[in-house]
């Protein structure tokens, strides 16, 4: 996913960088859920990597669909296999259906627990994070 944005400041090799909502957003089913602030605008501070870049220019950024695909099957999909397979062991195991949901939603809250533990050791590497990827000739 490509994006534009506007440094708004710079310090110690980081870029803060603003990026307004399109107008796509206004169409789109989400209504802008991705600028939860309300505001229409959200703030990246995003490392340099060698760009010159100055306050005022415009930069393109870049997140790899692959980190989108992998953080959305760890958010989405990852809970309910678990839940999923918890519920058929269980259910196989036992005639009683009681237990078999009882495990389904216990394994859901231990699989939300397990993302949780995810996002603390994986959610700040680099894999997920957007990067700057050269100046843009974008404007507003």
């Not at 605008?41 to 997140?63: H, K, Q």
């Amino acid at each position: 996913m490509r994006e534009a944005g506007q440094v708004i400041a710079i310090h110690q090799g980081f870029a803060e960088i603003k990026m307004s909502m399109k107008g796509g957003c206004a169409s789109c089913h989400a209504n802008g859920m991705c600028h939860i602030s309300g505001t229409g605008v959200r703030t990246l501070t995003l490392p340099l990597r060698g760009f010159n870049v100055e306050v005022g220019d415009y930069v393109e950024i870049e997140t790899p669909a692959r980190s989108l695909l992998s953080a959305s099957f760890i958010i989405f999909i990852l809970p309910l296999l678990v839940s999923g397979l918890a519920y058929f062991i269980i259910s196989a195991n036992t005639a009683n259906q009681e237990f078999a949901l009882l495990g389904f939603f216990g394994c859901f809250l231990l699989a939300l627990l397990l993302i949780m533990f995810l996002d603390r050791f994986f959610g700040r590497r680099a894999f997920f994070e957007p990067k700057i990827t050269g100046k843009s000739n974008h404007v507003g």
